[in-house]
């Protein structure tokens, strides 16, 4: 594992996001959809639906919703959605996955290539970038009012079947191997409030983002976010 923290990466962004909560939600039942589609609405026969349930209960999204973009996939006349992923550099050599669900490739190909070239980064060949990342389960607990020192988590941690924990004064973070990440997201919400659970591509090496470049790096970041085909964006900065 790099060592850095990506709950102060979460906590850092928070409040941007807080303010497209809608556009969120968007991109939300867009997931649950292609989930829904593709393994069917039952949750408990679909793993990969009942994650994307989890991840729209995270960002407070009303269970109307939720149950429209299910119920939506059982129709006969849904949108042909495909999943794309585009990798690049932005400022300061830092280096960016971008997670699409697109029903049009050219569309998406072009908003993301000029998001690039209009904030200061290029976008590279595909496995020019994904190699720099691992695929990991994500979970974290806030120690604020935690009755459990670092012995006792890494204890429950290792018991729940995570392959690693990190900590400092405001959280502790776990990672998982992303099949494992059921189980052992299940196993610690018996004992702990999860503040954070999600399957996530984690940076093997981090950028530790200069000040001269800090705006530019975060300008690339929202602007690609905001884009309605863009689900994810994973980058290599530290901040």
Same mark, same amino acid.
């Given at each position: ?14 409040? /941007? ?10 991109? *939300? ?18 793993? $990969?639906?009942? +994650? ?17 973009? *299910? ?21 300061? !050599? ?28 290029? +976008?590279?060949?595909? !496995? ?29 941690? *290792?018991? %729940?079947? /995570? ?10 973070? *776990? ?11 299940? %196993? +610690? $919400?018996?004992?702990?409030? +999860?503040?954070? /659970? ?38 290599? /900065?530290?901040?």
């Amino acid at each position: 594992m790099s060592g850095h923290s990506k709950w102060h990466n979460i906590q850092g962004r928070k409040n /941007a996001q807080d303010a497209k909560r809608g556009k969120i939600f968007q991109k *939300i039942s867009r997931e649950l959809y292609m989930a829904a589609k593709s393994g069917g609405p039952d949750p408990d026969s679909n793993p $990969q639906l009942r +994650l994307m349930m989890d991840k729209a209960r995270s960002a407070n999204m009303p269970k109307d919703n939720i149950k429209r973009a *299910i119920d939506k996939a059982s129709g006969a006349n849904g949108a042909d959605y495909e999943e794309i992923t585009y990798e690049g550099y932005g400022p300061a !050599g830092v280096a960016f996955l971008v997670h699409t669900l697109t029903d049009n490739r050219n569309r998406t190909a072009s908003a993301v290539r000029a998001d690039f070239s209009h904030n200061g980064g290029s +976008l590279g060949e595909s !496995g020019s970038v994904s190699f720099m990342f691992d695929r990991k389960g994500y979970i974290a607990i806030v120690r604020e009012g935690l009755d459990a020192d670092e012995d006792q988590m890494f204890e429950d941690v *290792i018991d %729940a079947g /995570a392959d690693d924990l990190q900590t400092d004064d405001d959280v502790f973070e *776990i990672y998982t191997d992303p099949k494992a990440f059921p189980e052992v997201r299940d %196993a +610690l $919400q018996k004992k702990y409030e +999860l503040a954070s /659970a999600e399957l996530t591509m984690v940076p093997k090496t981090t950028v530790e983002v200069p000040d001269d470049k800090l705006e530019k790096v975060q300008r690339l970041i929202d602007h690609l976010e905001d884009e309605d085909d863009v689900s994810e964006v994973y980058t290599s /900065a530290e901040f």
